[in-house]
T-cell receptor, first 117, second 115 residues
């Protein structure tokens, strides 16, 4: 059973399009995250939700909008895609926010490789 | 400001030899420290963490890490490397007193184990 799943695995699209990436976790965790990993493998957090509430919102363009319909799902919608959005996007979850328990490890999905042409 | 550094972009080790992947950190309070591994085309996997207690922490796949407060380091080690250990390794840190709910990630170190 996949703990954290993302769809699609690969996404190739044209500049200017709008696309969504879906994430689901079956671990019963309360907190979910979106990360962006660039071509140099640098990992940057974008958003974090705890029980469907936004708790981390790093400086990302407002073309990126996360949506959490329930605590098992955190989707990422991207408007007006740009070349620089090309990256691998990882979803992750943890039992609680790091700020509460302080030490909860995160479980990562397999990633979505987004290529903007 | 919190930060974490992985000074080596790549580490090459012969199979069977001990390996070390370095990590140093900077926080104003007590650190929570983590190591994750990323295999090619996969998501990150948790290896081990230091929160408090013994400075030597044991984790998955035979890895261990030693917390050294005076040197602000948390180097990852394994006594005998396997070819299957070849992957990208990330160190991460969080300040215990920081109210932000996020980890600060290192840039990653590519570990190559040669047969």
């Amino acid at each position: 059973d996949t703990a954290v799943s993302q769809t699609p695995k690969y996404l190739v699209t044209q500049m200017g399009n709008d696309k969504s990436i879906k994430c689901e976790q079956n671990l019963g965790h309360d907190t979910m995250y979106w990360y962006k990993q660039d071509s140099k493998k640098f990992l940057k957090i974008m958003f974090s939700y705890n029980n469907k509430e936004l708790i981390i919102n790093e400086t990302v363009p407002n073309r990126f909008s996360p949506k959490s319909p329930d605590k098992a799902h955190l989707n990422l919608h991207i408007n007006s895609l740009e070349l620089g959005d090309s990256a691998v996007y990882f979803c992750a979850s943890s039992q609680e926010p790091l700020g509460l328990a302080g030490n909860n490890e995160q479980f990562f999905g397999p990633g979505t490789r987004l290529t903007v042409l | 400001a919190q930060s974490v550094a992985q000074p080596e972009d790549q580490v090459n080790v012969a199979e069977g030899n001990p390996l070390t992947v370095k990590c140093t950190y900077s926080v104003s309070g007590n650190p929570y420290l983590f190591w994750y591994v990323q295999y090619p085309n996969r998501g990150l996997q948790f290896l081990l963490k230091y929160i408090t207690g013994d400075n030597l922490v044991k984790g998955s796949y035979g890895f261990e890490a030693e917390f050294n407060k005076s040197q602000t380091s948390f180097h990852l080690k394994k006594p005998s490397a396997l070819v299957s250990d070849s992957a990208l390794y990330f160190c991460a840190v969080r300040d215990e007193g920081d109210s932000n709910y996020q980890l600060i990630w290192g840039a990653g170190t590519k570990l190559i184990i040669k047969p």
